[in-house]
């Protein structure tokens, strides 16, 4: 058996309250907007909770996010409000 690697924070993500979930490179990109319309459309994943996956494919909160991407190294630059939650900013 082999040792399940550390998890790495590969892109933004926005779960709705269905549990389907979007990514993208940032939160509402233009990636993510044919995806959320084809979905529900902006009723569908107005209340919808922004975070990030992992290489598993693995929803994390904006909190747990950060957590992984300050262990991993990740965080490229510093951006207002990132203390307690990770941003897209944060990473490139």
């Given at each position: 058996m082999t040792d399940k690697p550390p998890s790495y924070i590969?892109?933004?993500?926005n779960r709705n309250s269905a549990g389907l979930i979007v990514c993208g490179a940032r939160h509402y990109d233009s990636i993510m907007h044919p995806i959320i319309n084809a979905t529900g459309g902006r009723e569908a994943w107005k209340?919808?909770?922004?975070?990030?996956?992992d290489q598993?494919?693995?929803?994390?909160?904006?909190?747990?996010?950060?957590?992984?991407?300050?262990?991993?190294?990740?965080?490229r630059r510093r951006c207002g409000?990132?203390?307690?939650?990770?941003?897209?900013?944060?990473?490139y």
């Open positions: 590969v892109c933004a993500a209340n919808c909770e922004q975070g990030f996956i598993f494919g693995t929803f994390l909160t904006r909190e747990e996010a950060l957590a992984i991407a300050k262990t991993n190294n990740q965080i409000g990132d203390t307690k939650q990770l941003f897209s900013e944060n990473l």
